[in-house]
């Protein structure tokens, strides 16, 4: 059973940063396909991830502003979160699943983590 634990949100104002980590447990895991979606007032939606090969992908509305890594001797997640935006604002979550392809798809996803709140005020 894989754990997934999200921890660094926060609140910051417009401009500024945060880094999201999602710690998770068991070595096979690091290659599995895993993400970070968000959700706000409206549906869960994907924001990044690394995917089975190490390609990553971005949403469009956060391309040249987040950055998805994995450290994988730590078992960690990373996401950081630059030049944030109000409209970033939600809800975060960690994903994870043991297979590749599909990375926007929420319903392939079978681990999440609780969610970690962030918040951008202007």
């Known amino acids: 059973q894989v754990q997934l634990v999200e921890s660094g949100g926060g609140s910051v104002q417009a401009g500024g940063s945060l880094t999201l980590s999602c710690a998770y447990s068991?070595?096979?895991?690091?290659?599995?396909?895993m993400a970070w979606f968000r959700q706000g007032p409206g549906e869960r939606q994907a924001v990044t991830a690394i995917?089975?090969?190490?390609?990553?992908h971005y949403a469009d509305s956060v391309k040249g502003r987040f950055t998805i890594s994995k450290d994988r001797f730590k078992g960690t997640l990373i996401l950081q979160m630059n030049m944030l935006k109000p409209e970033d604002t939600a809800m975060y979550y960690c994903?994870?699943?043991?297979?590749?392809?599909?990375?926007?798809?929420?319903?392939?996803?079978?681990?999440w983590g609780q969610g970690t709140q962030v918040t951008v005020s202007s």
């Open positions: 068991g070595y096979k895991y690091n290659y599995w396909c």
């Open positions: 994903a994870a699943k043991p297979y590749g392809g599909a990375w926007e798809t929420l319903a392939f996803y079978e681990w």
């Open positions: 995917d089975t090969d190490d390609s990553t």
